[in-house]
């Protein structure tokens, strides 16, 4: 996403937050268990919300997952 988020192209298009989002380890464990969506603490949804990955969240565990596994 870097390239993205320098390119001049995109500038005008790209609201880049410099804030970061971390997870706790129980938040991950709740991805990685694939948790139903209506089941995960509000505080997951919104995070997952406000960096715009929570219509993914049922394909999140599983990518995460092989990430984890590298």
Known sequence: ???????????????????????????????LQKTP?????????TKLMRIDIDEYYTELGRNLSVLLNK
């Open 1 to 31: 996403m870097h390239c993205q988020t320098v390119c001049p192209q995109n500038k005008k298009f790209l609201q880049y937050d410099k804030h970061t989002i971390d997870f706790t380890e129980e938040e991950t464990s709740i991805i």
């Open 37 to 45: 969506r209506e089941l995960i603490p509000k505080t997951l949804a």
